[in-house]
Structures are given as structure tokens and as C-alpha cells.
């Protein structure tokens, strides 16, 4: 077993946990470009190792309640059978690379919008706080067409079961909260990844000397993430979700490796210099709203 492939995907499931997203965006670029695995067999191992990595980030997030589970079942509704059609279309198509060209730059496009969204939903927290959990009225003829959506791109691509997802819920569901957000589609992406891995197997070419390597790192990576991601601020998962959102874009315009690592660097240090101001100026307001201390007469 190749231990570096089990460290590549311990850090793919870090990001996984940590944003919900950055699976098939990350590890099967990973597995085609420095492992040199067909692109056939990475997308099906990244599938099979996400079948098994994301019931474990699902799960803790729903054991801290950070699941919209009215959502997930909309989403699985129509995810589950498209993901099967997708894997369907690719072998009708014979794997055609135009299609997935098109299909990648598409996604690239909505990444780069999201991220975007992701920008202004961060700069309105920082005006307004994150506040408590806002309610949510579930929409299910869109919720129901964005799992058809994803599961269709899972099917011929690998790519989306997070990322295109969570850029759909987050223009439909603009209030729900990042880390409800996150174990949101934690949760649905397990059935939806499970009916594409199982396609695949049956279609394709499943290599389970490769899928067991990344699934010894990534199962204790998706823990970590999801652990720091139900507990933490509103305000870090936002900035980890725009990163990663960042990357995954740049990576499926088939930009170098060295610039998506330093415009997404870049991206980092930008997030941590604002996240460090922003929590001096609260304290400094704290101080300055705190009344003086006036002496009690008797």
C-alpha cells in the first residue's frame, strides 16, 4: 500500500470534513497527476474511498445537530437515481473528452462565482455576527432538481458531489448557516457517492489497492475536519469554504499546480491577516462599550 497516496488522502480529508467539499475536485487531480493513475480507475477510487470517508464526517456532524435532514432527503431523492444516469451517459458517450472539458470548466465557473457569494456572505457576518441558527423553509422541486444536477455531474465526472452541491444550496438557501451548510451535504453526499461508486465498479475499472490507500488517510482526515468544522465559528468555515472553493475552481481550469498553491497561499494569508484584525477590532469595541465603573454611595 502507498503510504504518501494515504498522507495525499488524510489532507484531502481534512478539507473534506473541515468544508464538505474538495473530494473529487482535489484527490482525483492528485490521483491522475502524481500517482499517474488512469483517469478511469482515479475516478472511480476517489468515489469508492468517498463512499466510505463521508458517513464518518457526516456522522459527527449530525451527532452536533449541523444537519438540515428535510434537505438531504430532497437532495438524495434526486441525486441517487442521476448519479446511475451519469455513469450511464459516459459509457454511451464513450468518455468523451470534450464533454468533460466542458462539463470541467463549467463547474470551474460556478466555483469561481460561489466563492464569490461565500466573499459577500462573510463580509455581511462581519457587519451583522453569525447569530443563531436561522430557519429554514425547504424548497423541494428545486432542492430535488439540484440533487439531479449533482448526480448527474458525480456520475460522468467525480467531480461535484460537494462542490457543485454546496454552491446550488448556497444560492437557493442563502441563510443557512455555513456549518449547517457543511453537514448538510456531508450527510447527502453518502448515498450519492455510494450510487456513482457502485456504477463505476460495475462499468468501470475499480482499483482497490488504490481506493484502500486513500481511504487509511482520508478516514481519520474527515474526522479531524469534521470535528474543527461543527464546533468552530461561522467565520473559519466560511474562510476554509472560499479557499477551498478557490482552489478547486483553478485546478478544473487546468491552471499549474504552482499557481493554484500561490493564489490559494495568497487567499490564506489574506483570510488569516482579516480574521486577526477582526478579532482586535471586536475586542477594542468591547472595551470601548464597557460603562465605567461608578462608585456605589451608601
Known sequence: MDLSMALAGLGVGIIVGLTGMGGGALMTPILVLLFHVNPVAAI????????????????????????????????CAGSVPSAFLGVLLLRL???????QHIVKLSLGAALLLAAGGMILKAWAARRNGDGP??????????????????????GLTSVGSGSLIIVALLALYPRLRANDLVGTDLVQAVP??????????????LHLDIAGAVVLGSIPGVLIGSR???????????????IVLLASSLKLFDLPTQVVGAVTGAAAMVAIVLGVTGRLRQRSDKNAEEP???????
Open 292 to 298: 465605567l465603573r461608578e462608585p456605589v454611595s451608601v
Open 93 to 99: 458517450l464513450g468518455d468523451d473528452e470534450n464533454v
Open 228 to 242: 474543527i468544522s461543527s464546533r468552530a465559528p461561522g467565520g473559519l468555515v466560511r474562510s476554509a469554504l472560499i
Open 192 to 205: 450519492l457517492v455510494t450510487a456513482a461508486a457502485l456504477g463505476h465498479a460495475f462499468f468501470g475499472d
Open 133 to 154: 441558527p436561522a430557519e429554514i423553509t425547504v424548497k423541494p422541486v428545486p432542492t430535488l432538481l439540484i440533487g439531479v444536477m449533482g448526480g448527474l455531474v458525480v
Open 44 to 75: 472511480s477510487s476517489d468515489l469508492a474511498a468517498s463512499a466510505v470517508m463521508k458517513p464518518f464526517g457526516g456522522a459527527v456532524h449530525a451527532r452536533r445537530g449541523t444537519v438540515n435532514w428535510r434537505l438531504v432527503g430532497w437532495l
